[in-house]
């Protein structure tokens, strides 16, 4: 399998309520095996391009209005969020959506269902997301919105490893967290995609965090690929420095989409 039949976003517009673009013309790849950072300050576009793959956009009231997104040779655009999922690309959601009133395994539980496994397929896999967050396993019995945050985004890249995904698709996991808590994620995401072969699409604020366990990374500012590379050229460039910090200092939105242009 060649890079363009993995993961390949080509020249992608992003429109919202049909008169505020988002993104503009991004393309990049994802290979199989790879983690690959998706960089930029709040409002760069970086949830949006996540949910332009995912699918998600229209919960939105936003659409792809140009370009392509092919996931392993075939183009996604016509397929349901769920269809996505059962052929391996799930997304974890900026600020974790957990369940609160469930426990931290039935959290996890309602992952597996996508699958229809069973039972005993169910608690392999339970076993499998334990040994990587030992965490989990001490607090199985706790309703996950008395959990800590770092817990919690735990709990939900936990409940998307329950899909037995090929790709995951993972929005700001650093986002309102204790630094420990975050290497201590990140370490288990780099011991995933090493181990267990699972691919990932970080969205992230912190380059220099991300660009330590990452394989290439691309910059976004405006709805606009600023930069790529591989993250070690990427870590020494002083123009990513400015490209990620001029963004911030510009007072770009927090939220998105970030670019509005009347269509």
């Keep these: 399998m060649t890079a363009s039949q993995f993961l390949e976003v080509d020249n992608i517009e992003v429109l919202y309520s049909q008169a505020i673009l988002a993104l503009r013309g991004v393309s990049f790849r994802v290979e199989e095996g790879s983690i690959v950072a998706l960089l930029g300050a709040n409002g760069a576009g970086k949830t949006t391009t ?22 392993r040779g075939e183009i996604t655009r016509a ?57 989990l396993r001490q607090r199985r019995g706790v309703r996950c919105g008395l959990t800590s945050g770092g817990e919690q985004q735990m709990v939900a890249i ?46 992230e604020q912190n380059a220099h965090l991300v660009l330590q366990f990452a394989d290439h990374g691309y910059v976004l500012e405006n709805g606009k690929v600023a930069a790529s590379g591989t993250a070690a050229d990427l870590a020494e460039r002083d123009d990513v420095a400015q490209f990620y910090l001029g963004a911030a200092a510009a007072g770009t939105a927090a939220v998105e989409p970030v670019q509005t242009t009347t269509v």
């Design 79 to 135: 397929l349901d969020p769920a269809d996505l999922v059962a052929r391996g690309v799930v997304q974890v959601l900026e600020g974790r959506h957990v369940f609160p009133q469930l426990t931290v395994e039935e959290n996890l539980r309602s992952g597996g269902f996508v699958r229809r496994p069973s039972r005993r397929a169910l608690a392999d896999d339970l076993e499998r997301i334990y040994t990587w967050f030992p965490r």
């Design 158 to 203: 936990g409940r998307a490893l329950m899909t037995r995904p090929t790709l995951v698709l993972l929005d700001e996991p650093s986002m309102g967290l204790a630094p420990i808590i975050v290497e201590e994620i990140f370490h288990i995401i780099r011991d995933l995609n090493r181990n267990e072969g699972v691919s990932f699409l970080l969205a």
């Design 50 to 71: 996540l949910k332009a793959i995912s699918n998600l956009l229209a919960s939105e009231r936003g659409h792809l209005s140009r370009g392509a997104i092919n996931w």
